[in-house]
């Protein structure tokens, strides 16, 4: 039977483990809410990752983790353009820029951190594509997964917690009585601190900061804990007025039944 | 005839059951089953898993439903259809289990999502020995200064009496305040 669901009802950390028990080679594709990741198995271990329109070429990579300086970078990108990342890594060794192992562990890094983004997805489409194994013309690693899914059970334990302590994000937010004074809030905490507001709802400031649920879930919790905020339905929203609590409409009908239902609960 | 009714709510064996049973007229209409899970079946035998029905009749215009939800977190998908035109709802939360304080405080939350009708927090089991004080309860709950936390315990007719006369002076107030 093909592989394919939803990330609702079979998580990423569960996926990487039947890869892995399975022992599986192929190409696992995700849509998530924004943009699609695919990522390459060989035999069960990790071979490959992208996600969207990343760059995700060995230079870039090498670049981003300070292996390649700017001017080297650049000189790869107008003269090498048009070598595989097999050819220029060769030629980097070669040249004595880096080393293979440099290479490994560097796209491992990489690699190992676009499954860290994905364990943060927790609605999306996937599907295992068994006849696409892992590219030709890019370096392949061959990365055990046992970590990542160790990793990934212990996210998702701290995702359900937040998702028990923070069940709806189309709540808002608003500050209680105890000043802002004296507090040491990170850069993140600051973004969200800055929109919150009754008139926006938790999931207006995620949005807004470009933050995906676990990480806004994971700030407004640790707000919450401190006692900075309160949850408060937002205002302005439409109240979804309980159907006709009251069997009448007239508000002193209302209130002598409450108070013949007060009246009977005493008699009890 | 009229009717109207209250949602009683809480954690898995939060006394949900038993605290309608202390009030109802009619033996209450209890969907329980055995419990198949090991870890769950040590705390209780047996658990609702549809809803609780109790019934109080106010003169022969007006009668109260008590509505109980089921508590294990699968029967949710419950929750919103029995919220539906409540006249307002009460947390059932076992005092003596710190542990299911925080699912507590999430069903609170989702109850007040569903409808802004006033509420109040049932302190159960609150004559066992080993139960948390209720100053304490209401920090771990998180719950501010004018939420209702009130002591009880759910197989005393007197102590839920009192739990809901709470709520129902609560609708009154806001009620009055016009809101």
């Known amino acids: 039977m093909a592989l394919r669901g939803n990330l609702r009802d079979f998580t990423v950390t569960q996926l990487l483990n039947l890869i892995n028990l399975a022992q599986k080679t192929g190409t696992l594709v995700v849509d998530g809410p924004s943009e699609q990741a695919q990522i390459a198995f060989r035999e069960g271990k990790l071979a490959f990752a992208r996600v969207g329109n990343e760059d995700n070429r060995l230079a870039t990579v090498l670049h981003k983790s300070n292996k390649l300086s700017v001017n080297q970078y650049r000189t790869i990108v107008e003269r090498a353009g048009h070598m595989t990342d097999k050819e220029l890594g060769l030629a980097l060794i070669n040249a004595g820029y880096v080393s293979q192992e440099d290479i490994l562990l560097n796209l491992q890094g990489y690699f190992t951190d676009i499954i860290r983004r994905l364990f943060t997805w927790v609605e999306g489409i996937f599907h295992f594509e068994a006849e696409m194994p892992p590219p030709d013309d890019r370096i392949n690693v061959r990365l055990d997964l046992e970590n990542l899914i160790i990793e990934g059970s212990r996210q998702l334990r701290e995702w359900e917690q937040l998702q028990d302590e923070i069940p709806s994000l189309d709540m808002a937010l608003k500050f209680t009585e105890r000043p802002l004074k004296n507090v040491n809030l990170s850069v993140e905490e600051w973004r969200v601190v800055s929109y919150i507001n009754p008139k926006n709802t938790i999931r207006q400031i995620a949005a807004t900061n470009k933050m995906n649920d676990l990480e806004i879930r994971r700030i407004v919790y640790g707000l919450l804990q401190a006692g900075l905020v309160e949850v408060t339905r937002p205002e302005g929203a439409k109240v979804p007025l309980p159907q006709r609590s009251f069997p009448t409409e007239n508000k002193e009908e209302q209130k002598s039944l409450v108070n013949k239902l007060i009246g009977r609960i005493r008699s009890l | ?179």
């Open chain 2, 1 to 179: 005839m009229q009717t109207v009714k209250m949602v009683v709510t809480g954690p898995f064996s939060a006394g949900k059951t038993e605290f309608i049973q202390s009030v109802s007229e009619i033996d209450v209409v209890s969907t329980e089953r055995k419990i198949s899970g090991k870890e769950e079946r040590s705390v209780k035998e047996s658990t609702t898993v549809a809803m609780d029905f109790g019934r109080i009749t106010v003169d022969e215009d007006l009668v109260l439903y008590l509505f109980g939800t089921p508590g294990q977190k699968r029967f949710d998908f419950m929750w919103e259809i029995l919220s539906e035109g409540m006249l307002g709802f009460i947390v059932m939360v076992d005092s003596t289990r710190p542990e299911t304080f925080r699912e507590a405080r999430s069903i609170l939350e989702t109850f007040r999502a569903y409808a802004p009708t006033p509420y109040v927090v049932a302190a159960n089991k609150q004559d066992k020995k080993d139960a948390w004080e209720i100053e304490d309860m209401r920090h771990a709950l998180r719950l501010d200064a004018k939420t209702k936390l009130l002591p009880c315990t759910a197989t005393d007719r007197a102590s839920v009496k009192s739990i809901l006369l709470e709520l129902l002076y609560s609708i009154l107030a806001e009620m009055e305040s016009g809101k």
